[in-house]
C-alpha cells in the first residue's frame, strides 16, 4: 500500500544556510505524524515547501500518487492540502457558523462576494462540522466572544470544511492552555482517524507530541537526525544527545504513556534508560 504522502530528498537554502537538506518521510492516511526539532531546524521551511508556499531547491512531494513539489498555494489546497496557522485567523465579527460556511463556500468554488446574499449557503453542513468539534451550541455567537482554546477549535472545523486528506498543523497549541491543548489534539486525532486524513504537525510542548503522536521526526539544522515511534524516539541516544540533552524528554515521553491516547500505544511497556515510573 503506498503513503498518502511521500517526501523525498527535500531541499531548500536561503543563501548560505541549508535550511532543509535531503528530507525523506512517507504519511500514511490517518495518521499523526510530529515534526519536532530546535528553533530554526527547518520545520516551517518544510512545510511551507509542502503547501506551496516555497518552492523546493530540489526533492519531490507525491500526495496521493500526484507530484505537488513546485505548484502554487492554491492548486495544493485544491488538490487536499488543508492546513492551520499557528496565530488564530478567524472573522472576529462573523458568527461562528458564518466562517465555517465561508470557508465551506471556498471549498465549493464560490466567490466570496456573493456572501451577504447568502448567509444560509451551506449553513446545515456547517453545524454539522460545528457538533463534530463540540461547538454547535456557540454557532450564532460572533468569534469575538469565544475564548482562544474554542477558537483554534472553529479553525480546526474550518480546516475540515475543504474535506482536507493532508492537513499540516504548524503549532496547533501555541497559546494554549495545557488542558486545552490536550483536548484539541484529543479531538483533531478522533476526527483524523475517523475521517483517514493524514496530519503533519509541529509543536513545541513535547507533552503534546508524545501524548498524540503516532510518529516523530527529529530535524536538526535540516536534517532528519532520527524518525520512529514516540518509544523509539525517547529511547534514540542520538536525539536525547543533539536535540535535547537532558531529562525533559523522559519526562514527556512518561507523560504521553500516562495520558493512554496514543493508538498502538504500549501503556505497560518500560521505559529503557528512563526513571521508574511513578516518580515527580
Ligand atoms: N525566508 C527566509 N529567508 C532566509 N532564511 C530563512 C527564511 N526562512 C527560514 N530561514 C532560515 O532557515 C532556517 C530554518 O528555519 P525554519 O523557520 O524552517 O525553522 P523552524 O524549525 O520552523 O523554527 P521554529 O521552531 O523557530 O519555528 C533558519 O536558519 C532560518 O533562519
Ligand atoms: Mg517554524
Redesign the pocket.
Known amino acids: 500500500m503506498s503513503a498518502l504522502l511521500q517526501v523525498r530528498g527535500l531541499r531548500?537554502a536561503?543563501?548560505g544556510?541549508q535550511?532543509?537538506q535531503d528530507v525523506d518521510f512517507d504519511l500514511a492516511a490517518g495518521e499523526l505524524l510530529a515534526m519536532i526539532?530546535?528553533?530554526?531546524?527547518?520545520?516551517?521551511?518544510?512545510?511551507?515547501m509542502i503547501n506551496g508556499q516555497?518552492v523546493p531547491d530540489a526533492g519531490s512531494v507525491v500526495l496521493a500518487g500526484r507530484e505537488i513539489a513546485g505548484r502554487p498555494p492554491r492548486e495544493i489546497w485544491r488538490l487536499g492540502v488543508g492546513r492551520t496557522f499557528q496565530v488564530a485567523a478567524t472573522y472576529a465579527s462573523m458568527t461562528v457558523a458564518e466562517n465555517v460556511q465561508m470557508a465551506l463556500l471556498s471549498h465549493h468554488g464560490k466567490l466570496f462576494r456573493i456572501w451577504p446574499r447568502a448567509a444560509s449557503l451551506h449553513r446545515d453542513e456547517a453545524l454539522e462540522l460545528l457538533a463534530a468539534v463540540g461547538l454547535r451550541d456557540r454557532a450564532d455567537e460572533p468569534c469575538s466572544t469565544l475564548a482562544y482554546g474554542d477558537i483554534k477549535t472553529v479553525e480546526l472545523a474550518i480546516a475540515l470544511a475543504n474535506q482536507p486528506t493532508l492537513l499540516l498543523m504548524?503549532?496547533p497549541t501555541a497559546g494554549m492552555a495545557p488542558q486545552e491543548r490536550n483536548a484539541l489534539m484529543q479531538l483533531t486525532r478522533r476526527l483524523v482517524k475517523e475521517r483517514g486524513i493524514g496530519v503533519l504537525f509541529?509543536e513545541?510542548s513535547m507533552d503534546v507530541v508524545f501524548a498524540h503522536a503516532d510518529r516523530i521526526m527529529v530535524?536538526a539544522r535540516?536534517a532528519l537526525i532520527a524518525q520512529g515511534t514516540p518509544e523509539a524516539i525517547r529511547d534514540d541516544a542520538q536525539v536525547r544527545e543533539v536535540y535535547f540533552g537532558s531529562g525533559r524528554l523522559v519526562r514527556a515521553a512518561r507523560a504521553g504513556e500516562r495520558s493512554g491516547d496514543r493508538a498502538g500505544g504500549q501503556a505497560g511497556r518500560s521505559a529503557a534508560g528512563g526513571p521508574a515510573a511513578g516518580g515527580p
Do not use: I, M, R, Y
Request: charged share 15%; hydrophobic share 30%; net charge neutral.
Open positions: 531548500k536561503f543563501g544556510v535550511a532543509v526539532g530546535p528553533n530554526g531546524a527547518g520545520k516551517s521551511t518544510c512545510f511551507n516555497l504548524d503549532e509541529t513545541h530535524l535540516g
